[in-house]
Each structure stands twice: as C-alpha cells, then as structure tokens.
T-cell receptor, first 113, second 109 residues
C-alpha cells in the first residue's frame, strides 16, 4: 500500500514558469489537502477538496489552483511561479473533513529562482 | 485571529521524560492533534484529543484542557529516535487544521 505519493520530490524552477505538483492517494479518502511548510511557520493550508468535484480555498490560496477530477488525484498548479513560493509542499488526505487523522505524502521541495 | 503557540526548541536526555506544551486561540474547537515530523520527512499522526483529560498511547500521552486552551504531549523513556519536531494542530469550526510552528526536540545521550 503506497498511501500518498507526490511528484516530483524536488524541483528548481525559474520565476514565471508554470508548474504542477502531483498528488495521488490509494486509500479512497474523500478529503484531500495541500499545505506549504516554511521555516519557523506552521503548515499553512493552500487549497482543499472535501470530495471529488469540489475544491475550496485555504489560508494562502493566491497564486495556486487545484482540481479534483477523481477521488485519487489532487494536482496543485502554480500558474506563474514567484520566489515567495519557494517552500516544501505537502499533500494530505483524510477519510472525511471530520475524520480524526490526516495522512501526509512525502512532500515536494520547490525552489523558485 | 487564530493562534497556536508552542516552544521553538527543547532539549532532553535519553531515558528521561519531556513535556511539550501547546496553547491555542481558535475560532471554534473540534479537536486537537499532535504530529511527529522527522527532519526532511512528512508529519505522522501521534494523538488526538477532543475531550478534556489524558490520552495514553504507549510512551506517548496527550492532555487537553479546553477551558484553558491548553494541551501537552508527554514523552516518556526518551529514545534517540524521538529527536524530531512535534506539531500541535487544532481543528477549528470550519473543520480546518490550524497548525503551530512546531517544537524541535533534541535528545542527548
């Protein structure tokens, strides 16, 4: 059982480029989340999806978009990357928004130059 | 605003006990979580409290006082592998997790 996978593991990106971070889960969880983690700050929610076909904005959604075409996949797109988007990005899932536990993918380390 | 406070760093000795505190001010409360995160890895779930009191799980225990907006994570019989960051998170009225910045725990032999 893989759980949650993310790709790529790391990426260096020129400012202004478009980038999609991939996230796939095989637990048939309904809810999925994208967080960014920066040194000295807590995890911050970017976007979430409570079920396939629906998405919502988190605390820091500007500059990011998501889609949820099916249960398993939840890609995060940076339309035009900026250096302030340099961060570690974690995808997570839970059985429902009310469920106890969120399970995290291994993360993507993104550097925007 | 919403706020989760926990110490930035703590140091403890192998075999000892350490208590990591977390205080919170959030819009609503639907449970408090503790996660462990080793350097360069993903957070992993440790414990969940929604009612006041102590939840024990092996060497780890977590306590909650909703009236005080306070929780602690207690780690007993510390092992070197417990060196990690410990993240406190509160689920608010919108069922979103609000995260603290984490406490880096350093274990010395």
């Amino acid at each position: 059982i893989a759980g949650i996978t993310q790709a790529p593991t790391s990426q260096i990106l020129a400012a202004g480029r478009r980038m999609t971070l991939r996230c796939t889960q095989d637990m048939r969880h309904n809810a999925m989340y994208w967080y960014r983690q920066d040194l000295g700050l807590g995890l911050r929610l970017i976007h979430y999806s409570n079920t396939a076909g629906t998405t919502g904005k988190g605390e820091v959604p500007d500059g990011y978009s998501v889609s949820r075409a099916n249960t398993d996949d939840f890609p995060l797109t940076l339309a035009s990357a900026v250096p302030s988007q340099t961060s570690v990005y974690f995808c997570a899932s839970s059985d429902s928004e009310e469920a106890d536990t969120q399970y995290f993918g291994p993360g993507t380390r993104l550097t925007v130059l | 605003g919403q706020n989760i406070d926990q110490p930035t760093e703590m140091t403890a000795t192998e075999g000892a006990i350490v208590q990591i505190n977390c205080t919170y001010q959030t819009s609503g409360f639907n449970g408090l979580f503790w996660y462990q995160q080793h350097a360069g890895e993903a957070p992993t779930f440790l414990s969940y409290n929604v009612l006041d009191g102590l939840e024990e799980k092996g060497r780890f225990s977590s306590f909650l006082s909703r009236s005080k907006g306070y929780s602690y994570l207690l780690l007993k019989e510390l092992q070197m592998k417990d060196s990690a960051s410990y993240l406190c998170a509160v689920r608010d009225s919108n069922y979103q997790l609000i995260w603290g910045a984490g406490t880096k725990l350093i274990i010395k032999p």
